[in-house]
Nanobody, 126 residues
Framework: QVHLAESGGGSVQAGGSLILSCAVSGFPVSSRCMGWFRQILRKERQGVAVTDLGSIIRYADFVKGRFTISRDDAKRTLYLQMNNLKPDDTAVYYC????????????????????WGQGTQVTVSS
């Protein structure tokens, strides 16, 4: 049974750092396109970063140079290292996975992901 579980959220001041983790069960982490999304209030979920079987990594422009996505296949865990956090990064962060290994150019479309975690809150104060 597939299950994704995020952890590592919390409250930090602007300029601080957090590491989010997503524990994966039901499939190897490297076998699927996996990524992080975020949702601010009731707005649409935004793609933050993804990685796939070929280790191709993509980032949204608003996190480039600040966030790093990685995975540990042995630990079955996906990570998101977030540095230099800004108040605009405040959101609920979700781990997600597609049904296949290829992320592609439409990786930011949340409707293409079939597995989701429950989300973890990140709050950045100024």
């Amino acid at each position: 049974q597939v299950h994704l579980a995020e952890s590592g959220g919390g409250s930090v001041q602007a300029g601080g750092s957090l590491i989010l983790s997503c524990a994966v069960s039901g499939f190897p982490v490297s076998s699927r396109c996996m990524g992080w999304f975020r949702q601010i209030l009731r707005k649409e979920r935004q793609g933050v970063a993804v990685t796939d079987l070929g280790s191709i990594i993509r980032y949204a422009d608003f996190v480039k140079g600040r966030f790093t996505i990685s995975r540990d296949d042995a630990k079955r865990t996906l990570y998101l290292q977030m540095n230099n956090l800004k108040p605009d990064d405040t959101a609920v962060y979700y781990c997600a996975a597609k049904s296949n290994y290829y992320c592609g150019g439409t990786w930011t479309m949340s409707t293409e992901y079939i597995y989701w975690g429950q989300g973890t809150q990140v709050t950045v104060s100024s």
